[in-house]
């Protein structure tokens, strides 16, 4: 994790400060995944809700549960889920994808994107 | 499919259920596979009323298949979990006063449960701007006595609410030509009770109390058998233990309906050999007609030939008026059961005790997603606290309807003359396509009963009509 603490003291930018482990507080990422939770599973080899469950997303190519019905929108995205790619997404994600099914109207707070991002990647096999 | 793998696969949400194909392009999708299946009855849209009439479809031997755009069924509503409890993010309550949900609840022997709220014992209310904190007795008889004058002419025109234009006449057209809002300013009753009723209006029609006609109002006194205490016990009090998914499996238990989920429709187009219906994974799916059970928010999103009449095109255009928020939060602690009823401006305008939980559970509902951005949690500590000042929140969700493509909305009520200008034309079948759902209901229209309602009959109507055929 220390490259992503050195590429956070490099970058000025607040949308490029990336989630590391050292600052990702367990009860602060859980509550703000709370946003997400109604539609997503997050434990290996939960279920499908609304949406895929995401247990190790991050880093996972967009549109990839299998038997997952995803939009023609996000199965033409065709991106690999980096953080940084995450960070752009939850921020306005029916803008990034328009045509998306996930009715979310997004993350506004770099602080809540990067809790989010926290909490995926502790559910994760990385 | 055998019954106990379906309910499984529906009850998780899962897609194991569609028959998205499989083969093809690099997005899964095949470009062009038209079916070599005609169905007798394509139903669009799994919420209830398509659910319903799927399942009566198919129950009479028609071949029917169910297509939802979302990968799940049961429309505006689904059941998720929070805290430790089985929760409804969109439609929830239901009462023995509607009598379609009641009967399949108790068809398929479903526990309920009860709002917390139905025991509170403070109540919170706003006076020109200040906060009261009071009994029931000191909050509910100046509301109750509003309420009185607001519904008046209920009483007159609404005496067969499963026959909503029964009494049409000039008189009833000119209370269908104003706003609730307008109503309420005319009334001689007092501010706070304006106050009261401008709120009250605005949580029913999910909007500004401007916005919804007064006419379309006063229907859930009359459904309740013009009485104030049954209409809240059929509006806000019981719910499905488990949640409303397990009516839906229950009765997709019930169907032989094949189901396609994740797949919308696009386009329907009629000609002399039937129906075809283009979905957005450019599927050409055939039937003999359809029953359109897409929320009315959305229709406007499907392309129709020939093209519909111009008074649906300028409704399904206009659309209802729900477009509120609705909004579950946890807060830190025991607290009284509270009931709280604040001015229809406010973030939340009403906020009550759903779970008496050792954290309790809260739900809200405001008129405006401009108002509070539910997604922020220092919006939604700011909105409770207008009634909680201490409050600590530990946790919220609430999903936006409004920007999810496939209902554009929340609940039905209809902006000043849709009834009395729309209605009938809305409900007229175009060629083999009938239109169904909560927001073409006869009577609870904007909920899970008239979804049923609605569904069920025109599928009743198509059963006549195949035999025919």
Known sequence: MKSFKLLSAMCFLPFLVIASDDVCDQQASKKAFSKCAACHSVNEGGPTLLGPNLFDVVGRKSASVKGFPYSPALNEYNKIWTEQELHTFLEKPMKVVPGTMMAFGGLRKVSDRNAVICFLKKNSNK | ?469
Not at chain 2, 99 to 117: D, G, H, M, Q, V
Not at chain 2, 227 to 235: C, G, L, P, R, S
């Open chain 2, 1 to 469: 499919m055998k019954r106990r793998n379906f309910i499984k696969n529906v009850a998780l949400g899962v897609a194991g259920v569609t028959a998205i194909p499989s083969s093809a392009n690099s997005s899964g999708v095949p470009l062009h596979s038209n079916s070599r299946k005609d169905y007798d009855v394509v139903v669009i849209g799994g919420g209830f009323a398509g659910v319903t009439a799927a399942r009566d479809l198919s129950q009479s031997g028609a071949k029917t298949l169910l297509l939802e755009a979302r990968p799940r069924l049961g429309g505006r509503t689904f059941t998720s979990t929070f805290g430790d409890h089985k929760m409804d993010m969109g439609g929830t309550w239901f009462g023995w006063g509607q009598p379609n949900i009641w009967a399949e609840k108790l068809k398929y022997n479903l526990p309920i449960t009860e709002s917390a709220a139905i025991n509170a014992t403070s109540f919170v209310w706003y006076d020109k701007g200040q906060r009261k904190v009071g009994t029931a007795d000191e909050y509910w008889p100046e509301v109750y006595e509003a309420y009185d004058k607001f519904y008046e002419p209920a009483f007159k025109y609404l005496n067969r609410p499963y026959e909503p234009l029964f009494h049409d006449s000039k008189e009833f057209r000119a209370l269908d030509s104003i706003s609730a809002r307008e109503a309420i300013d005319a009334l001689e009753v007092s501010e706070i009770q304006k106050d009261f009723l401008r709120s009250f209006a605005s949580i029913n029609g999910h909007s500004s109390s401007d916005k919804s006609s007064y006419l379309d109002q006063l229907r859930w006194l009359a459904l309740s058998g013009f009485n104030k205490d049954f209409m809240w016990a059929n509006i806000g009090q019981y719910k499905f233990k488990n949640g409303t998914s397990e009516l839906i499996e229950h009765m997709m238990g019930d169907s032989s309906a094949e189901v396609k989920l994740g797949t919308a429709c696009i386009k329907i187009k009629q000609s002399d050999s039937g129906v075809t219906i283009f979905t957005n994974r450019n599927e050409e799916i055939k039937a003999k007609f359809v029953i359109m059970a897409a929320p009315l928010n959305v229709l406007k999103d499907i392309q129709f030939s020939p093209a519909l009449s111009p008074i649906k095109q300028k409704s399904f255009k206009q659309g209802h008026t729900g477009s509120g928020v609705k909004i579950y939060i946890k807060i830190k602690g025991k607290h009284p059961i509270i009931y709280a009823n604040g001015t229809e401006d406010m973030a939340l305008n009403y906020l009550w005790t759903e779970y008496d939980d050792d954290d309790q559970i809260l739900v809200g509902f405001g008129k405006d997603p401009e108002k509070l951005d539910v997604y922020d949690d220092d919006a939604v500590l700011k909105a409770v606290q207008e009634y909680l000042p201490n409050a600590e929140i530990l946790e919220s969700f609430g999903y936006d309807w409004n920007i999810d493509p496939y209902s554009k909305g929340t609940w039905c009520m209809y902006p000043p003359g849709m009834l009395t200008t729309a209605f009938e034309e809305m409900n007229r079948p175009e060629g083999a396509v009938h239109f169904a759902g909560s927001d073409f209901a006869y009577g609870w229209r904007g909920f899970i009963d008239g979804a049923i309602e609605s569904g069920a009959r025109n599928a009743q109507i198509i059963i006549e009509k195949l035999k025919n055929v």
